[in-house]
T-cell receptor
């Protein structure tokens, strides 16, 4: 059973601080990693995707991948109250599994103004 | 205006009743997916289709059925065999060509049992 683990939170940070969200995965054959943001009652929207070891930055967001440790993280700089949401980590299984996405349960982030 | 539409937004099911959730996309995507989300849980894959007239079971297919007669449409039927259908149902699509591609989600249908 392929698994993706996230701390459910809530993670509370003050406005302007850095929020750090973490995710571990069990399938060593995983090649693609995604972070989705989901507001309450809404559908997930893609924030970042990462495929290679290291960091990938997009505006206030940085995704970090360490395949040896099977660890993915998302950093949100200058956190805003509008960043308050559930963040879902998703890992794409290898081709032999039909390239299916496996989702973690999500981390609730609360940014306090 | 390209995207994925799901209808209805809310659906009520009576005991023993089959209900069908609609999913349509105009993104010209080959692959389509159905997920179920329960409170405090991640998304679980019900069925997926990588091409017209073909689909595969996901992790929780029991009590559900799908069809893929057209590229743009992937309806999900929740049958009476699904004993705990109350959940948020999400349809997604992707190009279906590379492992790196993104899945895009529709707005979801919330199913409630009367």
């Amino acid at each position: 059973q392929k698994e993706v683990e996230q701390n459910s939170g809530p993670l509370s940070v003050p406005e302007g601080a850095i929020a750090s969200l973490n995710c571990t995965y069990s399938d060593r054959g995983s090649q693609s990693f995604f972070w989705y943001r989901q507001y309450s009652g809404k559908s997930p929207e893609l924030i970042m995707s990462i495929y290679s070891n290291g960091d990938q930055e997009d505006g206030r967001f940085t995704a970090q991948l360490n395949k040896a440790s099977q660890y993915v993280s998302l950093l949100i700089r200058d956190s805003q109250p509008s960043d308050s949401a559930t963040y879902l980590c998703a890992v794409k299984a290898g081709k032999e599994y039909g390239n299916k996405l496996v989702f973690g349960a999500g981390t609730i982030l609360r940014v306090k103004s | 205006d390209g995207g994925i539409t799901q209808s209805p937004k809310y659906l009520f099911r009576k005991e023993g009743q089959n209900v069908t959730l609609s999913c349509e996309q105009n993104l010209n995507h080959d692959a389509m997916y159905w997920y179920r989300q329960d409170p405090g849980q991640g998304l679980r894959l019900i069925y997926y289709s990588q091409i017209v007239n073909d689909f595969q079971k996901g992790d929780i297919a029991e009590g559900y059925s799908v069809s893929r007669e057209k590229k743009e449409s992937f309806p999900l039927t929740v049958t009476s065999a699904q004993k705990n259908p109350t959940a948020f149902y999400l349809c997604a699509s992707s190009e279906g060509r590379t492992p790196q591609e993104t899945q895009y989600f529709g707005p979801g249908t919330r199913l409630l049992v009367l």
